[in-house]
């Protein structure tokens, strides 16, 4: 299947700081997303891609569908201790087929 | 809450038991999927369901044995599962439009314990 890897893999910030994540293909997708796990739960969707270049925000999530169409990358500005969770972004290569999750980075708040 | 409810939350199992996943959606979705999930690790597709009708299965071992009665409900049927198989056991719903697979709403999963 294909490969997604996000980076960085774990991120141990202070509440108030703005954090970044990217995730990476080695094929061109159609369809990026974002999503977050709480520990216990199911992944929710944050935010959905489907252009080269879009941005998309939700609150204090920024999301961007990167330009090659190999890359995503999520923001959260102003971190509060409820960000805390594992980011999960999943890509579609074509329409119809399925959507393949990458690895994951698991960000700790510390208030 | 999840708009996508799995039963139970919990399950304990022998290698020798047969027991059952249930999902259920109402948001007239006509996809439905089964992932697994170790720990830390990315939801892994077992199986996905378009218009009822098993559309794609990642080469899951057949003690494994999903099932789909209607638009709205998924089974996952289990028997003589090994110790491996202990993980998260998510479902997802999605909408289809076009043949396209629509992004993935999850219920909170199955946490399944094979003893």
């Known amino acids: 299947g294909q490969q997604l890897n996000q980076s960085p893999q774990s991120m141990f910030i202070q509440e108030g700081e703005d954090v970044s994540m990217n995730c990476t293909s080695s094929s061109i997708f159609n369809t990026w997303l974002w999503y977050k796990q709480d520990p216990g739960e199911g992944p929710v969707l944050l935010i959905a891609?489907?252009?080269?270049?879009e941005l998309t925000s939700n609150g204090r999530l920024t999301a961007q569908f990167g330009i090659t169409r190999k890359d995503s990358f999520l923001n959260i500005s102003a971190s509060i201790p409820s960000d805390v969770g594992i980011y999960f972004c999943a890509g579609q290569a074509d329409t119809g087929n399925q959507f393949y999750f990458g690895t994951g980075t698991s960000l700790t708040v510390i208030p | 809450d999840t708009e996508v409810t799995q039963t139970p939350k919990h399950l304990v199992m022998g290698m020798t038991n047969k027991k059952s996943l249930k999902c259920e959606q109402h948001m007239g979705h006509r996809a439905m999927y089964w992932y697994k999930q170790k720990a830390k690790k990315p939801p892994e597709l077992m199986f996905v369901y378009s218009y009822e009708k098993l559309s794609i299965n990642e080469s899951v071992p057949s003690r494994f044995s999903p099932e789909c009665p209607n638009s709205s409900l998924l089974n996952l049927h289990l028997h003589a599962l090994q110790p491996e198989d202990s993980a998260l056991y998510l479902c997802?719903?999605?909408?289809?439009?076009?043949?396209?697979?629509?992004?993935?709403?999850f219920g909170d999963g199955t946490r399944l314990s094979i003893l």
């Open positions: 891609l489907y252009k080269a270049g």
């Open positions: 997802a719903s999605s909408q289809v439009i076009r043949a396209d697979f629509q992004p993935q709403h």
